[in-house]
């Protein structure tokens, strides 16, 4: 199942309806922050939350899910000017993510290309379920893990779980791109 594409739907949803976090938090029965966790797909609702989101949006859980269980295609090709990008962890993060592989619906893995720009781009360090694997593709940036800092030049690689906080800063005066690949529901960086 597609759990970034569901966690869009809701968010999509929400603000077609010109419904603020607050107030579907408070018809959800869910708190803010709850909420705002599964609309960045950092935390995957149970169903009963997903039920009761469904119900504060005013459709049916199966209208959320509809499609995201369809099997891919075993090849999926996303042309560069096909990429999506998603949003996540607005205002709190300036990173632009795109989705490289946003046409297969029951991916295993989540491929971003992440574009960094100079300074710090998200003011918190987070963690998620997974694992993660990030490869510099233009620039140079920190990865703050715990208590730890990493310089990572272009070329340089990091694995690592990523239920350990963590983020990704940008020291110098350039954008960075950093491909970042995630398993589990929920990416980083």
Do not use: W
Request: glycine residues 4%; contains cysteine; aromatic residues 4%.
């Amino acid at each position: 199942m597609n759990l970034v594409e569901l966690a869009q739907r809701i968010k999509n949803r929400r603000l077609k309806q010109k419904v603020t976090l607050e107030e579907l938090a408070k018809r959800a029965n869910l708190t803010r922050s709850m909420l705002s966790k599964v609309e960045n797909f950092r935390v995957t609702p149970s169903l009963d939350a997903l039920a009761r989101i469904a119900k504060g949006l005013d459709v049916t859980v199966s209208e959320l899910l509809d499609g995201l269980d369809e099997k891919a295609p075993q090849l999926v090709i996303i042309r560069q000017d096909e990429r999506k990008v998603v949003e996540r962890d607005r205002p709190t993060s300036r990173i632009i993510y795109q989705d490289l592989a946003h046409k297969r619906h029951d991916k295993v893995m989540t491929p971003l290309l992440l574009e960094v720009p100079s300074g710090i781009a998200r003011k918190e360090l987070l963690p998620h379920e997974g694992e993660e694997f990030l490869m510099v593709v233009e620039g140079s940036v920190d990865l703050e893990y715990e208590d730890q800092s990493h310089h990572l030049q272009a070329g340089d690689c990091a694995y690592f779980d990523a239920k350990v906080k963590h983020r990704v800063v940008n020291t110098s005066k350039r954008t960075a791109k950093v491909l970042c690949v995630f398993s589990g529901s929920h990416p980083a960086s």
